[in-house]
């Protein structure tokens, strides 16, 4: 069974910082591209950041760049999502994903991901 669980969210006064993690089960977590998105209420779902499973390409969202950074452990199966200097807009529930083919021309698109976590909310105060 896949699961991913994603924690870490909470509140935070703007410029402050949160690290998300998502910890993988069930899949072979060391071949797959993973990925951070997150949808506030209303919007739709947008891209924040995305890793290839050997670590060595990743790529963000043109909001979140110089701010985020996406790593992962591939022996905890494990990803994570350091975010600093916070924005309001930045608000929104955090939700991770990973993608079995890796294809990294294909890593922005939600679409194209195999499996999601539940979502954590992150929301920023202004």
């Known amino acids: 069974q896949v699961q991913l669980a994603e924690s870490g969210g909470g509140l935070v006064q703007a410029g402050g910082s949160l690290r998300l993690s998502c910890a993988a089960s069930?899949?072979?977590?060391?071949?797959?591209?993973m990925g951070w998105f997150r949808q506030a209420p209303g919007k739709e779902r947008d891209f924040v950041a995305a890793?290839?499973?050997?670590?060595?390409?990743?790529y963000y969202a043109d909001s979140v760049k110089g701010r985020f950074t996406i790593s992962r452990d591939n022996a905890k199966n494990t990803v994570y999502l350091q975010m600093n200097s916070l924005k309001p807009e930045d608000t929104a529930v955090y939700y991770c994903a990973a993608m079995k083919k890796e294809l990294r021309w294909m890593l922005r698109d939600g679409d194209e991901y195999d499996y999601w976590g539940q979502g954590t909310q992150v929301t920023v105060s202004s």
């Open positions: 890793i290839t499973w050997s670590a060595l390409s990743t």
């Open positions: 069930g899949l072979p977590f060391n071949r797959y591209g």
